[in-house]
């Protein structure tokens, strides 16, 4: 009886042991757990904060761009114009020389 007691004493503080064991090792891989999900929601809003920065970027070179392109493309609109009418004026001219050259003519 002495010995069946004395194993069941060992065999409590076994299992009571392993229960202690068991909750710090659940304890442990609990606390990873949540070092390893801050360190991931860390690195996730960093990504994501990089990825803004560089379309903003992108962005704000996009419209310099286009407003450089609307820039050429007035010029070259206005400079098609000017000389739209200097050709109109140098065609009317030589009309109109002709015109005379020909009244002259007659």
């Not at 809003?45 to 992108?58: F, L, V, Y």
């Amino acid at each position: 009886a002495e010995h069946r007691a004395s194993a069941d004493l060992a065999a409590t503080r076994h299992n009571s042991a392993l229960a202690e064991h068991r909750a710090s090792a659940e304890a442990e891989i609990e606390d990873a757990a949540s070092k390893h999900d801050s360190a991931l929601a860390e690195h996730r809003a960093s990504a994501e904060a990089a990825i803004e920065d560089a379309a903003s970027r992108h962005d704000s070179e996009l419209v310099e761009h286009l407003a450089s392109a609307e820039l050429a493309a007035t010029r070259h609109d206005s400079a098609l114009a000017e000389h739209r009418a200097s050709a109109e004026a140098a065609t009317e001219d030589a009309a109109s020389r002709h015109d005379s050259a020909l009244a002259e003519h007659r």
